[in-house]
Every structure is written in C-alpha cells, then in structure tokens.
C-alpha cells in the first residue's frame, strides 16, 4: 500500500470517507462493521473492505478517476485500426511481462498527438501492475517539477524521494511539456539528479509525449531527455481515442425512442 505524509501526494480524506461509504457502510454482509469471522471463526476483512481497498489504490497512485473503471474494451476498433501492429504486439508483450519489466527497470515511451491515447494506454498499464501487487504513481511532468521546488518541506522531500526511488511504476505524462523559463534550472539540474535515482534503483519509467525521443533533447534539455529515455521503448500511436469516445457518448446520449 502507498503511503505518503504531504497533503501534495496523500489521499484527501473527503475522497477516503466517500469510498468508505460507499463500499462499507450499507454492506449486507458485515453491516458496515468490514469484520466477518472466517470458517474457523477468526476475524478477517470483508469483502467490503477488499473492494474499497482496490478503488483507494487506485487514487493513492493519482491515477485519474475517468481511467479507474476503463479497459481495453474501451479502445474502440476504428482506433485500432489505424495503430502499427508491431505496436500492439509489443504492448502486450509489456503487459505479459509487467513484473520482468519491473525486475530490468524497463520501461515505455508513448508518444502520440494529444488524444491518442497515450495516457490511457499508460494507466492501463499501471492499474494492471497494481492488480499484480506491486506500486505505481501516476503525475503530470509539471507536477513534478513543482514538488520540486518544494523540497524544503521535509513531507514533500520524503514523499518525492519515496515518488522517485521506491515505486515500482512510475508514469510521467508529458514530459515534452515546456516549463516556465524561471523553473528552467529546476528542469536541467535538480529534476535529473532526482530521476538518476531510478535509474540507479532499475526502477521503470512509463513516459507520455507528443514529441518523438530524438526531439525530446531540444524541449527539456539533454540531460533530462538522457534520464527519461534511458531503458524506455518507443510506442507510437496514432488518431483521436478521446475523440471516438465522445462519439460514442454522442451516440448514446442523443439516441430517440421509436
């Protein structure tokens, strides 16, 4: 279970009392109490309690709440279509061997025109490494740079190094984004010395970007590109995966009874 102590990386508690509520409270098994005796009559959770669990990881590693319930199903055919094969092939290779991937400090560079579903083919794949049991965090590259201006604050100091060195998975999305010109040596100095730690821990890196690896250098400079792309393959994706789904939403949201 991920556990930080800044307000920054820990789970709001209004968001852990709702998922209490709405897993545990009116459960007609234990009746709100997440106790049941087992057939020899000691304690143990109720399933009530593992189901909460499953959803709170799912916001303790920030993955955002529009990916908790989707699935491969959810990529559409039209979509699929338009993907290079060897592309699929070697996702799913990645998703089959998630924990060797994790053993090698393996990761994946996604990149992709904005909708093309390079961040929800990402948190695809964190939430199928948190169903195998280990840890994964999901953060915009913004957002990292900016708990990196805070390492002064002991809570966000611990909880980065933790961010950096100790989960198993973790996914930046758009790391291609530009910085602010002030935040500029943050990027080029501190960001790598921090990253370098998971390289030294062979620890995974899945990365998101419209720009290609070798454009990557001239965004954020040499030294960060070197880090992010240091054991990562490249997937390419192509078309509009958001767009199709608002299509379909269209579809269903406007359809007439006859």
């Not at 009116?26 to 009530?48: K, L």
């Not at 280990?134 to 933790?162: G, H, P, W």
């Not at 590109?225 to 994706?237: D, G, H, K, N, Y």
């Amino acid at each position: 279970m991920l556990q930080f102590f800044s307000d920054r990386f820990s789970v709001d508690e209004t968001i852990i009392n709702r998922l209490l509520v709405k897993h545990t409270k009116d459960c007609p098994i234990c009746a709100g109490s997440r106790v049941v005796e087992d057939e020899n009559g000691d304690p143990v959770h109720c399933e009530c309690w593992h189901r909460y669990n499953q959803e709170y990881q799912l916001y303790a590693a920030n993955i955002p709440p529009e990916y908790h319930f989707k699935t491969t199903a959810n990529l559409s055919e039209s979509w699929r279509a338009q993907q290079d094969e060897q592309v699929f092939l070697n996702l799913g290779q990645y998703r089959k061997r998630i924990e060797d991937a994790r053993k090698e400090g393996f990761g994946l560079y996604l990149k992709g025109e904005k909708g093309a579903g390079t961040t929800f083919i990402g948190t695809l794949l964190l939430m199928h490494a948190i169903e195998c049991g280990m840890t994964a965090y999901f953060i915009q590259f913004r957002d990292l740079i900016d708990a990196c201006l805070s390492l002064r604050d002991e809570d966000v100091k611990e909880d980065v190094n933790n961010l950096i060195t100790n989960i198993d998975f973790l996914m930046l999305d758009d790391v291609d984004s530009v910085p602010d010109v002030k935040n500029r040596d943050i990027v080029e100095s501190i960001v790598p010395n921090m990253l370098k730690k998971r390289s030294y821990a062979k620890a995974p890196i899945i990365a998101t970007a419209t720009y290609g690896i070798e454009q990557l250098p001239g965004r954020i400079g040499e030294s960060l590109a070197a880090v992010l792309t240091e054991r990562v393959s490249l997937l390419p994706f192509r078309g509009n995966v958001k767009r199709q789904g608002v299509k379909d939403l269209e579809k269903e949201f406007f359809k007439t009874d006859e």
